[in-house]
């Protein structure tokens, strides 16, 4: 939708700690060559990974517009409208 120039969402304020997919790679990575327990509570290997604050839907959408240099509409939808959207979105991506 970002592409289009329009992001329809259904909770555009809603917040999320926003962790980038290098962030990800670099502790993986660093699990992968010293492999241990890290909370050492039980025999589980995980991290909890946060990224470093929350920012809403709609925030993170002005960040994706500095970047790509295209500004971009937030439509609000309501939880069905949003289902539907979903559902489009999923079939296009399966044909």
Same mark, same amino acid.
């Given at each position: 939708? @970002?592409?289009? !120039? $329009? *992001?329809k969402l259904v909770y555009p304020k809603a917040k999320f700690d926003r962790i980038s997919?290098?962030? @990800? !790679?670099? =502790?993986?990575a *660093?699990?992968?060559a010293e492999p241990r327990i890290v909370n050492g509570a039980d025999d589980r290997n995980f991290v909890r990974l946060y990224g470093p604050k929350l920012v809403s839907v709609r925030d993170a959408i002005g960040i994706i517009e500095k970047a790509i240099g295209k500004e971009v509409k937030v439509t609000q939808l309501d939880e069905n409208e *949003?289902? $539907? =959207?979903?559902k489009k979105e999923i079939g296009q991506n399966e044909g």
């Open positions: 939708m @970002i592409r289009e !120039g $329009e *992001a997919p290098g962030d @990800i !790679g670099q =502790v993986y *660093a699990l992968l *949003a289902l $539907e =959207v979903f």
